[in-house]
C-alpha cells in the first residue's frame, strides 16, 4: 500500500498522482474530497508565499467526481494586496477541472494584538486519548478510511446524529513531505458530513458540493477535532457544519453544502 495519499509526478510540479488512499466512500472509483481539497491547500501555501502572512479561509467548490488518477493542481495570486490577498486554484483530471478554490491569505499582526481576555476564544473538547478509536464502516479494503484515524468523543459512524470526532490523517499528503496544518484541516474537515450522518448510508446518498473552511488560527499537532451537525431538508438539500478544535481550544468552522438523495437514484 502507498505511504502518501499523493506521488509528484517527477517530470511535472504541478502533477500528481493519485494513490488508493484518497479513495471515498461513494464509488470505489472516486476520490474522498478530503484528500484533494488538502492538496489543493498544499499549493495554495506554495504559491508566490509572503513571510507573516496565512490562510484564513478556504473555499472549495466540487466539480464532479475526482477519479483515481493523476490530476494537474495550479494557482495563482488573483487579488494582491499588502494585507490581504486571493488565490485561486484549479485541480483538474486530464478531462478538465474538477475542483476549484478561492483561499483568502491574510498578514499576521506584528506585534500581537492585546485582546481583551473575555474575547478570546476559548473553550475544548475531551482529547483523542479520552475519546473511542472508530474504524470507518467500508466494503473497500484501501482508501481514506485506511489512510485515517477517527477517535469519537460522542457519536459514531453507526449512530445516527451529532458527534465530536478526533481526525488524524496517518500519511503525508505529498509523499516527502510533512503534513502542515492547513493541510490537515481541510483533509478532516470534509468528514464533517460522514461523522454527524443522520441518514442510514445504505439508503441515502449524502455527497457535499463543496467545502468552506474558516481557520482563526492555525491548528496545533496532529488531531483536529469536528464538532459536527447534519441538517437533512425533505427538498433533498441539506447542510454539514463543524466547530474545528484543537487540544488548545476552538480554532475554525467548516461548512459543506449537500446533496440528498435514495442510493441508485
Known amino acids: ?149 477517527y477517535r469519537f468523543v460522542t457519536g459514531s459512524f453507526t449512530e445516527p446524529g451529532p458527534a465530536v470526532c478526533w481526525i488524524r490523517i496517518k500519511y503525508p499528503i505529498v509523499a516527502g513531505t510533512t503534513p502542515s496544518p492547513l493541510e490537515r484541516a481541510l483533509a478532516a474537515a470534509d468528514s464533517g458530513n460522514g461523522v454527524s450522518s443522520v441518514l442510514d448510508w445504505s439508503r441515502y446518498l449524502f455527497i457535499n458540493t463543496d467545502l468552506t473552511v474558516t481557520l482563526h488560527r492555525q491548528p496545533v499537532g496532529e488531531w483536529v477535532c469536528l464538532d459536527a451537525n447534519t441538517h437533512p431538508q425533505p427538498h433533498g438539500i441539506g447542510l454539514a457544519e463543524s466547530a474545528l478544535f484543537d487540544d488548545k481550544g476552538p480554532l475554525g468552522r467548516s461548512t459543506q453544502t449537500l446533496l440528498l438523495a435514495p442510493r441508485g437514484r
Open 1 to 149: 500500500m502507498a505511504d502518501a495519499f499523493y506521488l509528484p509526478d517527477p517530470s511535472n510540479p504541478d502533477r500528481f498522482v493519485s494513490t488508493e488512499l484518497t479513495r471515498g466512500p461513494w464509488s470505489p472509483d472516486a476520490q474522498h474530497a478530503g484528500p484533494p481539497s488538502a492538496l489543493l491547500g498544499h499549493v495554495i501555501e506554495r504559491c508566490e508565499p509572503r513571510e507573516g502572512f496565512q490562510v484564513g479561509r478556504v473555499a472549495v467548490e466540487i466539480l464532479g467526481p475526482i477519479p483515481l488518477a493523476p490530476l494537474t493542481v495550479t494557482a495563482q495570486v488573483t487579488r494582491p494586496g499588502r494585507s490581504v490577498e486571493l488565490i485561486e486554484a484549479t485541480l483538474s483530471s486530464d478531462h478538465g477541472p474538477v475542483m476549484k478554490a478561492n483561499a483568502w491569505r491574510l498578514r499576521r499582526a506584528e506585534p500581537e494584538l492585546e485582546l481583551p481576555a473575555q474575547i478570546v476564544p476559548s473553550g475544548n473538547r475531551p482529547g483523542p486519548d479520552q475519546a473511542v478509536p472508530s474504524v470507518f464502516p467500508s466494503a473497500q479494503a484501501v482508501g481514506f478510511h485506511t489512510g485515517t484515524e
